[in-house]
């Protein structure tokens, strides 16, 4: 019986996996939510989608969207008409064309205003515009009701000259969709190059890359903190409204991103280099034509248009720690490879392990008593491992390096375009904490919460820990325009990266030691790999009613090695000596494990407009989804055992104790053995697994407006799902058919949304929705399989429940939203999920501690969200740059468990029908911002809020209180500025306040985790050619 | 047909799955496949059967066995065994009854049930097999009256839950002996030699020697029943473990540590969730001879996570560590309520490594005077005088004229009852 325990400890799913629950629902935005363009390619708030997608329901943020207005002709005309304001004397012409970034499509009636002046107008139907102006300098902004507008400054233009402004600009943050591009910075312009600048074509491409820049972020989890309604956790992890990993889902331009970690179903964004993004969706409400697997948010990535022109861009970085810098941390031994995540391959067992029996002195093969292994081979098996170095030395803290380069271009083969785009990021990094960490027992009644017992915790240990990062990916896009009717694109991805942990716990582990003191160390290697590819196309049938026929296929792979995780425990001979000796029976252990995932998506959707009895715009959509998924996950596990009556010649120390020297083959004493050590395998039967899952959607939906004042968007998905689990050994020994895990599931998962325009030109637009969906969470392989793993001596064994079942979330949201001008936004709404048979971790009852999973009865969340955002300009002219937002959510959130059945005897149903919330799920959550953007300094500052509420960390069992997180108050500070022509500089600060990170338990809210992470510095500089 | 010395019989190499050939083997029903193939016709039990998977319908082995990874009697079967029989268990094995289910094991002095290594004689350590695990319907004072085994995972469930049966009988282990078991079937995650999980007072426990485990010698969660005469050598770490609510009555317990290894001669726990979970563990221990080791952990009684009990007439010598524990303060307060009484013993050579003789936590409460006042009758540093406290070859009866005879203090009283069936041999 070790050490730590259900809750607190160093173990990964918790304190240090952070976040075991979800970040609540950081922002106001569209709660409940609305229709929500999908994200990627087709389903994307492209022109052609469902108008309700990229249009009337298109979250517009900026301002109201009324495209149902395009066909109408009477209606649109007058809407594209504007009051020409005559120019007198000199003229010069500024003209362009405004084109949807995320399809190149026509943008009708977005306004061009020239800032300070009166001269205004409307793209028309081809989405060109013509303004005359007098000769000058202007700054001109271009923008369109739910698309992010682009102020282009320093617009030079002489008499009788014609400037070209070709901009294409993407759907802005809104309910369901978030974009990260907000403006433009005319490079150029900045440079003086005014006359260059002139002919010079659009540069789309430079919208996303400068907003990412702006937000601070060089990697893309860092941009996506200034999404609302989401919280970036762990620095890696998107959550969505406050629900964890389990309710989100993450696709690239429409394919499934596989997450390399088996426990998270979520990817971790920084796997994905930000120059290469145009945007990240965040949907929050399904639609039928997108994946159902979510209730909280699908995370949608789009990949960038390639730049027009030659373009190239590099960034370097490096950030200072407050935390790690300087400061003593722990280090490991070293492998070839670390510093590029490729440690992993001399960590691994080297081909004489690939044994046909069990590494183990007494194993005797089925039918015989025969050993297969002599205790010579035993020795060399013991020497042989990659190594068996188990010392943690101290460590002073360095600094954090990252660079990131992109290079892009178009070529114009036979009248065509083809548009090319790479990008590389690589980075080193480095984090201590300084732990404190407890386990507390109680007492009380059997049938009440306990009250604590903190006089003598059953665990009280301190930690440093030191993780040390290397991570880079690649990314290539081609995106090939045949002609304006047919494009065809694919997309390259390879991302790597490897933590190498080492821990050091000292302190008290009362189950091994009441008054000695112990110290748990662990060195482990964890590398994450993910490739994707993607070949997609889209075409239109101006012959065919304007069919529009969308495709792609994509195939990737996930990896996670994690070779070679070393736990030892030493103890003090006598309590207060501080000389230490290994504890035999809990020390020594050597872990492998490997898990490859190979997925497949392939995908087609095609979309028909028609028009409606009173001829608006209207849109049927249909399509198909086929995805596969595979996985192997492997484990090997070694424990080296001590010699009979070789016990005393045991070495002293915590240094590198497993040696040729005292390794051996088994021999005990009596037979004349001097090696106290040997190496067994200990890999139970059933901790490999087998997992495949076969997905076959298929839906139809209708995009119709009724009337002018409701819009109807409706649809229905079929979802065939079979998932199998299959644990298997690799030794052959046998497994119980009840260890098998299928899940079969074949769902109508309808989706129906109403939306009411109500706004007239008094209020402003304002729009009010009502959604009502079902969506689906299907278990985990990990969660379905037997797989065993123990976190640290004592820690929690976490068992998979082959028995579970997907869980069915039939989702409500009613949203109002006013837009009382460009970039202001009040919105206000209010959701309802119902969840039927909610998994949720529970605890056995067992005296060390055990976790598996349950599905619930069910579970509910009330929610509701505020958003504002406001430009200070209506405060004073002199702060017109000077904007702010804030988002607030509360959440109830209650799980029931239903009646427990006494005679069901289940271990697992203890005490989990207490009434409480979801794990993980905060009561409300609150972002605010504070921003300043001025385009012709060049410079961008953001200060970012964000809290939470308590939230549980990990329910109880046995009668012991829930351990709950408490509230961090985060602030982050970016600041960005032009330096010189392409070349600009930031500083970004993280975590300023560097509030403690705390877990605490029971009435007295008594600490069982606390660690500060420290305030990050990063200088950056970067160049844009 | 039964075969005393099964160490001949193992070093025959087997070549196959065998099944037994004796002819004394039964079984009510027919065998599914996963079920143990124990059943067969005649046969002269000269090679032992193979087990392995589970045991679903009554069955009884007068010959030899041999287990092959984890064997569970289940569907409420009874597992007979023979006298004389030996079971040899495989790296990996072991042998769980499960809820319904029962062990019956009743040898003789003369033919003793031995579990054991598979291993060659000499070539045996701790370790090299699991154990045996009975998991029963009387209570446990987790929580909701049920649990789960450690080290096990199907069929790990005990407990009777809200309706416990405190006359649950798990069976009998009469004059058994249990050697080299405690293998380590999860990482840090070791089998005891016996462990009892919620067995009712139905259940029937003397003469067992557990000898050499890598773990506790005999360990229980929960119930009561009444034990006898026993005999735990060798143990890695407690000899003798009580845990959750464990009620039942030892008399006549012999204890010796490896002078290499070991940890508590006694363990006794109410429950380490709860410090205060009912029922309160309560052992009544009489006649008690435990002689430690010198291995860094070795000691001799530990009270702990609000444990009580009496342990009365013994002797507790030589051991490397404190003599007694009495951790937190919940079990503080079963010595101070008189429901934790050590009393009329003999404590002899203790904290031999130069550590504390006793160890409190909370510290401030007065632990040596509860040990050594009047009251409690305790004969503190005095030789008892036992007849042999050699490793490998003890003999704990008292010498003539000695403390241990004069008070009639020790797990032997006239006969040696221990000598004859039990085996004390390293390897």
């Not at chain 1, 509360?890 to 029908?913: C, E, H, L, T």
Request: glycine share 12%; aromatic share 10%; hydrophobic share 35%.
């Amino acid at each position: 019986m070790g050490g730590e325990a259900p809750g607190g400890g160093p173990s990964e799913g918790a304190p240090s996996g952070e976040a075991p629950g979800g970040e609540a629902p950081a922002g106001g935005e569209a709660p409940a939510g609305g229709e929500a363009p999908a994200g990627g390619e087709a389903p994307a708030g492209e022109e052609g989608g469902f108008a309700v997608e990229d249009e009337s329901a298109g979250e517009c943020d900026d301002g109201f969207c009324v495209e149902d207005l395009t066909e109408d002709e009477e209606a649109l005309k007058k809407e594209l008409a504007v009051e020409k304001v005559e120019v007198k004397g000199p003229t010069g012409t500024l003209k362009g064309r405004v084109l949807d970034s995320t399809d190149g499509t026509p943008l009708i009636g977005a306004k061009i205003t020239v800032e300070g002046t009166k001269y205004v107008t409307k793209s028309d139907f081809d989405g060109n515009f013509e303004l005359p102006v007098p000769p000058g300098t202007y700054a001109v902004k271009i923008w369109y009701d739910a698309y992010e507008g682009v102020t282009v400054s320093n617009v030079a233009i002489a008499a009788d000259d014609t400037v070209t402004l070709n901009r294409e600009l993407a759907p802005i943050a809104g309910m369901a969709q978030t974009v990260l591009v907000e403006t433009e910075i005319n490079q150029e312009s900045a440079a003086g190059k005014l006359v260059e600048r002139k002919k010079s074509t659009s540069t789309r491409d430079f919208m996303s890359r400068d907003d990412i820049n702006r937000a601070g972020g060089g990697s893309t989890s860092a941009v996506a903190q200034r999404i609302v309604a989401t919280t970036v956790v762990d620095g890696r992890f998107l959550f969505v409204r406050g629900l964890g990993h389990r309710y989100g889902n993450t696709l690239f331009d429409g394919a499934r991103v596989p997450s390399p970690d088996p426990n998270l179903r979520t990817v971790p964004l920084d796997i994905f280099p930000s120059m290469a993004l145009s945007a990240i969706n965040i949907q929050k409400t399904f639609t039928p034509d997108t994946p159902a697997d979510f209730a909280g948010g699908s995370t949608q990535l789009e990949s960038r248009e390639p730049p027009e022109e030659f373009a190239f861009s590099i960034r370097a970085r490096m950030g200072l720690n407050t935390a790690t810098l300087g400061r003593e941390g722990r280090v490991g031994d070293h492998f070839a490879g670390d510093g590029f995540a490729f440690g992993n391959l001399g960590r691994q067992l080297g081909p004489s392990f690939d044994t046909k029996y069990p590494i183990d002195l007494t194993y005797q093969p089925p039918g015989s008593l025969d050993r297969v292994w002599t205790n010579a081979d035993i020795e060399k098996f013991g020497e042989s491992l990659p190594s068996t170095k188990t010392s943690v030395r101290p460590h002073t803290g360095l600094p954090n390096f990252s660079t990131m380069a992109s290079v892009g271009n178009t070529f114009k083969p036979w009248g065509t375009r083809l548009g090319v785009f790479a990008a590389a990021q690589y980075g080193n990094s480095q984090q201590t904490l300084r732990e404190e960490i407890r386990v507390f027992n109680g007492v009380g009644a059997n049938d009440e919460v306990l009250t604590l017992n903190t006089q003598t915790p059953r665990v009280d240990y301190r930690s440093v820990r030191t993780t040390f990062n290397s991570a880079w990916s690649t990314l290539g896009l081609l995106k090939w325009k045949l002609s304006d009717d047919h494009r065809v694109s694919f997309l390259g991805m390879y991302t790597r990266d490897a933590d190498t942990e080492i821990r050091e716990l000292r302190g008290k582990s009362r189950p091994t030691a009441a008054e000695q003191n112990v110290v748990n160390t662990r060195l482990r290697y964890q590398m994450r790999s993910v490739a994707l590819a993607r070949l997609g196309g889209r075409h239109e049938f101006p012959g065919a009613k304007n069919l529009r026929v969308d495709w792609f296929g994509s195939l990737a792979q996930a990896r996670l090695a994690d070779p070679l995780l070393r736990d030892m425990l030493f103890i003090e001979r006598t309590a207060g000596s501080d000389d230490y000796i290994v504890d035999r029976r809990e020390s020594g252990s050597f872990k492998f494990f490997n898990l490859v995932d190979n997925s497949g998506t392939g995908s087609l959707d095609l979309s028909l407009p028609f028009k409606q009895w009173g001829q608006l715009d209207s849109k049927v959509k249909f399509g198909g989804w086929a995805e596969g998924k595979q996985r192997n996950f492997s484990t090997r596990t070694f424990d080296f055992q001590s010699a009979q009556g070789l016990e005393g010649s045991i070495p002293s120390g915590m240094g590198d104790i497993l040696n040729p020297d005292t390794i051996g083959g088994g021999i005990n004493a009596s037979s004349g053995g001097t090696a106290p050590f040997y190496l067994q395998e200990i890999t139970r039967a059933k901790d490999s697994y087998t997992g495949n899952q076969q997905l076959y959607a298929g839906y139809a939906m209708l995009d119709l407006p009724l009337v002018r004042w409701l819009r109807v968007v409706g649809g229905a998905r079929f979802e065939s799902s079979n998932i199998k689990v299959r644990p298997y050994d690799r030794f052959g020994r046998p497994i119980d058919e009840e260890d098998n895990a299928n899940v079969k599931d074949n769902d109508v998962l309808p989706s129906v949304s109403l939306i009411f325009p109500v706004g007239n030109d008094k209020t402003g637009d304002m729009n009010v929705r009502l959604v009502g969906t079902k969506t689906l969470a299907r278990p985990e392989f990990r969660e379905l399989a037997p797989f065993l793993f123990t976190d640290f001596v004592g820690g929690f064994d976490v068992y998979g429940n082959p028995s579970l079942r997907t869980t069915k979330i039939w989702n409500a949201d009613l949203r109002w939203e006013w837009f009382p001008s460009a970039n202001e936004v009040v919105a206000l709404s209010a959701f309802y999920k119902y969840f039927d048979g909610p998994i949720e971790r529970v605890i056995g009852a067992r005296a060390t501690p055990l976790q598996s999973y349950r599905n619930a009865k069910a579970a509910h969340n009330i929610g509701a969200e505020l958003e504002l955002r406001k430009n200070l300009e209506f405060i004073s002219k002199a702060i017109r740059d000077l904007s702010i937002g804030a988002n607030f959510a509360y959440i109830y959130s209650r799980v029931d468990f239903g009646q427990i059945d006494p005679a069901s005897n289940d271990p697992f149903a203890v005490r989990v029908a207490a009434d409480r919330p979801m794990e993980g799920q905060s009561p409300f959550v609150v972002n605010a911002y504070l921003a300043y953007d001025n385009d012709a300094s060049g410079t961008n500052v953001r200060a970012l809020y964000n809290t939470f509420g308590r939230r549980i960390a990990f329910v109880g069992g046995q009668g012991l209180p829930h351990i709950y997180e408490l509230p961090i108050h985060s602030v982050d500070l970016t600041l960005r500025q032009r330096v010189y022509k392409g070349l600009s500089a930031s500083v970004l600060a993280y975590n300023i306040l560097n509030w403690q990170r705390r877990f605490v338990q029971g009435a007295d809210d008594d600490i069982t985790y606390s660690a500060r992470r420290g305030t990050t510095f990063v200088l950056g500089l970067q160049y844009d050619l | 047909m039964n075969h005393r010395n099964a160490a001949n019989l193992l070093a025959l190499p087997l070549t196959a799955l065998l099944a037994c050939t004796g002819g004394e083997e039964t079984t009510d029903t027919a065998d599914t496949a996963d079920t143990a193939d124990t059943s067969d016709t005649a046969g002269d039990c000269s090679t032992p059967t193979e087990v392995s998977g589970d045991i679903d319908a009554d069955t009884t082995w007068s010959c030899d066995v041999i287990l092959s990874g984890v064997v569970t009697v289940t569907n409420d079967a009874v597992l007979t065994i023979d006298p004389g029989v030996t079971v040899s268990g495989k790296s990996g094995s072991a042998l769980v009854i499960a809820q319904g289910s029962r062990l019956e094991a009743a040898g003789t002095m003369d033919e003793p049930i031995v579990f054991t290594s598979s291993q060659a004689a000499g070539a045996r350590n701790r370790g090299d097999w699991g154990g045996i695990v009975f998991l029963g319907r009387s209570y446990t004072n987790l929580m909701a009256g049920v649990g789960v085994a450690e080290g096990l995972e199907n069929n790990a469930e005990y407990g009777g839950g809200a309706a416990p049966e405190a006359d649950y009988n798990c069976g009998t282990l009469k004059y058994v002996r249990v050697e080299f078991a405690g293998f380590e079937l999860t990482t840090d995650n070791e089998l005891n030699g016996v462990t009892f999980y919620s067995c009712g007072t139905g259940t029937t426990v003397e003469y067992l020697q557990v000898h050499m485990g890598d773990d506790d010698g005999i360990e229980m969660f929960g119930g009561s029943w009444t034990g006898k005469n026993i005999v735990i050598t060798g143990a890695a770490d407690d000899s003798i473990d009580v845990d959750q609510g464990w009620a039942g009555t030892l008399t006549n317990i012999f204890i010796q540590q490896d002078p290499n290894d070991g940890n508590y001669a006694f363990e006794i726990s109410n429950q380490d969730i709860n410090l205060d979970a009912s029922p309160r563990t309560a052992p009544q221990i009489s006649m008690v001879t435990a002689i430690g080791g010198s291995g860094p952990k070795s000691s001799g009684i530990k009270f702990k996570e609000g444990g009580s009990g009496k342990i009365d007439k013994g002797i507790f010598m030589n051991f490397n560590g404190a003599q007694v524990d009495i951790t937190e303060a919940e079990t503080q307060t079963q010595a101070d309520d008189g429901t934790l009484q050590i009393t009329n013993s003999i404590f002899f050579n203790n904290a031999a490594g130069g550590g504390d003789k006793y160890v409190a936590e909370p510290a401030g409460w007065d632990i040596a005077s509860f040990v050594e006042s009047a009251a409690a009758g305790n004969a503190m540093d005095m030789d008892p005088g036992i007849t042999d406290t050699t490793w490998g070859s003890p003999d704990p009866t008292p010498v003539a004229g000695g403390l241990a005879e004069t008070m009639g203090v020790g797990a032997v009283q006239g006969t040696n009852w221990t000598a004859g069936w039990t085996n004390y041999a390293p390897n």
